[in-house]
């Protein structure tokens, strides 16, 4: 009779065992076919931009202060001055290389300087212009340098600064001149297209 209860005792374990392993293993499979994750699982950890990431912020930002200059508006070639310079202070210096970092270097300060006179001259539309003209200098080596991810093309005012003349970067081949806008929209002439 001992025998037989301690038998039986040793069968239930058994079978709760089972059971309770039986119940973990289809609770494991529906949260895999979920893909669920884990309550206590760790944050994602956020990546650092690239240097790509950060060129392609910048020529947008660049390309939204050509636009904002060509309609003659200095409130929104202001705004994307200021962003422009937000862009070129999350530029990772680690993946540059030597030819790279001493680009970058070279005209970090100068590119840097020119779009926060943009950013801080809203209400100054020919003093943007002034400066636009440097930046574009600038961003033309850069995007030489570390690539735009997109085409542009270089085109060239003759007109402008006393018919010394002024080039600028543009996504599109239609001239649409941000030195002179509304006044003269289509003067110049696209000088180099870059891939």
């Known amino acids: 009779l001992i025998c037989l209860a301690?038998?039986?005792t040793i069968l239930a374990a058994c079978n709760g065992n089972k059971h309770q392993n039986g119940e973990n293993k289809r609770m494991d499979a529906a949260a895999q076919e979920n893909n669920s994750v884990p309550r206590n699982a760790?944050?994602?950890i956020t990546k650092s931009p690239t240097v790509n990431t950060v060129m392609q912020g910048m020529v947008s930002q660049y390309l939204?202060?050509?636009n904002a200059?060509?309609?003659?508006n200095g409130?929104?070639?202001a705004s994307a001055g200021n962003a422009f310079v937000v862009s070129m202070d999350k530029m990772p210096e680690a993946p540059l290389t030597a030819a790279q970092k001493k680009i970058w270097d070279g005209l970090f300060d100068d590119a840097k300087e020119m779009a926060e006179h943009i950013g801080n001259n809203a209400d100054k539309l020919e003093h943007q212009r002034e400066h636009f003209d440097m930046l574009s200098k600038d961003m033309y080596d850069m995007v030489k340098a570390f690539g735009a991810g997109q085409a542009l093309y270089q085109d060239f005012c003759p007109m402008y600064n006393n018919k010394k003349g002024a080039a600028w970067l543009s996504e599109t081949k239609e001239i649409k001149n941000p030195?002179?806008?509304k006044k003269m929209p289509a003067c110049g002439t696209l000088k180099e297209e870059i891939k």
Do not use: F
């Open 64 to 66: 939204q202060i050509k």
């Open 75 to 77: 409130k929104d070639a």
């Open 179 to 181: 030195y002179l806008g």
């Open 6 to 8: 301690i038998a039986t």
């Open 69 to 72: 200059l060509a309609d003659d």
């Open 42 to 44: 760790p944050a994602a």
